[in-house]
């Protein structure tokens, strides 16, 4: 039986009629059209599906849409300001971090998610922080390098 849930995503609230077994990821991409949330493994390996969830980044093909009922999510749609890219996003493109583009998202949030809460990483918190993001193009040191660059312009 469906069951009417609230998602506060990217600052805008929907109502949405979810089955008790569809995953937050499945909801973004399917009935919110927000397909910036990849699936990538569907099991939680690749954290192409990351968003934050009340303020902390998580795998959304593994928590149930009806877990996010009334809570905060983010997704890469609701990064940017306008037309203006967030400090992450705008060092991903500045510095080659992006490639296929096709965990980009999810590295951003993970990024932007440990860039608010520690605006100075060391190189290994910030590979610490993306560890659950997986890339198969770039070999990481362009995004680690942009997650750094991106620290240098992003305020407190």
Do not use: W
């Amino acid at each position: 039986m469906k069951r009417i849930i609230t998602l506060n995503v990217n600052e805008k609230e929907y109502e949405v009629a979810v089955a008790p077994n569809r995953t937050l990821a499945q909801v973004l991409r399917e009935d919110l059209n927000l397909l910036g949330t990849k699936i990538g493994c569907d099991m939680g390996d690749c954290g192409a599906c990351t968003v934050i969830l009340d303020d902390r980044p998580v795998n959304s093909c593994l928590v149930l849409a009806v877990q996010a009922n009334e809570r905060k999510i983010t997704t890469i749609e609701g990064v940017a300001d306008g037309p203006h890219l967030h400090p992450v996003q705008q060092a991903f493109v500045e510095h080659g971090a992006i490639q296929c583009g096709f965990c980009s998202p999810g590295m951003i949030l993970s990024a932007k998610s440990l860039l608010e809460k520690n605006s100075k990483p060391t190189e290994y918190e910030i590979r610490e922080a993306l560890s659950g993001n997986l890339c198969r193009c770039t070999g990481y040191q362009k995004i680690v390098e942009a997650v750094k660059a991106a620290s240098q312009t992003m305020k407190k």
